[in-house]
């Protein structure tokens, strides 16, 4: 299990590469990668704040559930903090099991957790100057299906 | 003295990310910034900020050591 | 869009690679990788054959569907085909979305499609020798869910 | 000559994959293929089983031209 922040930019599929490799028990992998929208042509920047130790321990635990829960083999989490341009990655989820249905859904929870409880600041500059972010009602409804 | 750790917009509002203060307790440590600063000293009092001491969610007063760290956790908006 | 049958083993990473880049309007991109488990250490050699051409237009007809149905941006699936040994990929399913919940569905949409009723022979050559297999009574369970 | 193909299960019980046939429909087709392999024949018309003529799923009998290709498709697994 892994589950670290970047400051760096990342590429989703050399992780996915590194994280399906040698599975002969593993019958799915699901993945989901997060991208930083242009939203319409605005040249938003995200900037996403951490607290390092506390946001990876914090997240380890809704991980730690979605293992047992859905009976993972394995899971993999890196999350993009500071400065975030349009079309970078963001996020990136991988979750292996047994079979696709428990994979895809662990995959689906998770994303549910970090897009509306993880332990980030989200701060969204645009044209019309900075403001932070707080989840959607949207995010909410979708972690609230759990 | 405490290691004080802000986060997202309590950052921005006090204009500084981490300092060190000398307190005894978070409550100590409160009255500190808020005699300072009245307007964070509201903020860090506001809906849904949590306090972590040494990366722990603590509720409530708590005693300081010298090498506590304090985090102020404004409500997270997620990734 | 991209559906491609390939007899040669390829790396999910690649594809995925390939796919998240240059979506500054995509915010979200799903995948799902199908690999050949071991089935407990037996070790079992699969064997896909399909209908080239007819295969191919069979899944763009349901991929249009899912691109319709979920409001998708693009969507990529390569299926291996011939002898397939444990721990190798046999399916790749990638879906790019504005938003997290449509990329997530439509990837299971597509999986539970290719999983029940896409034109593929499946036989599975072990121990005991080959065997021809249907899809499982699960695989049509999850194929109704749509 | 009608290219003929064999998928899956059928093509193991008849041992071949892919024949060419001259016959000028589907149903004259099934009786030239039945008349020679009489459990090849019976299979061809077993539960599940479709025919494509030129990559085409059809019911029924259809005419065959000198280059269609007829393609027996027992029930699919999947991937």
């Known amino acids: 299990m892994s589950i670290r922040l970047t400051e760096a930019p990342f590429d989703p599929g050399a992780l996915l590469t590194a994280f399906s490799q040698g599975r002969t028990e593993t019958g799915a992998v699901a993945t989901f990668t997060g991208i930083a929208r242009a939203e319409a042509g605005a040249t938003a920047v995200l900037e996403l704040e951490a607290y390092p130790g506390f946001t990876e321990a914090e997240i380890g635990k809704i991980a730690d559930q979605a293992r047992e829960r859905f009976g993972l083999h394995d899971l993999a989490i890196l999350h993009r903090v500071g400065r975030i341009a349009p079309g970078e990655p963001i996020v990136f989820v991988a979750t292996a099991a047994g079979h696709r249905r428990a994979a895809f859904e662990a995959c689906d929870f998770l994303m549910d957790y970090l897009k509306s409880r993880a332990p980030f600041w989200k701060k969204e500059r645009g044209p019309d100057g900075e403001r932070w972010i707080e989840p959607t009602a949207q995010d909410h409804a979708d972690r609230d299906r759990w | ?79």
């Open chain 2, 1 to 79: 003295m405490a290691r004080v750790l802000l986060f997202g917009p309590l950052r921005d509002l006090a204009g500084w990310r981490e300092r060190r203060i000398d307190a005894a307790s978070v409550a100590v440590l409160r009255s500190v910034l808020a005699a300072e600063d009245a307007a964070l000293g509201a903020a860090l009092g506001g809906k849904g900020v949590q306090v972590a001491v040494d990366q722990a969610v603590v509720r409530g007063d708590v005693a300081l050591g010298a090498d506590s760290e304090v985090a102020f956790l404004p409500p997270m908006s997620g990734g």
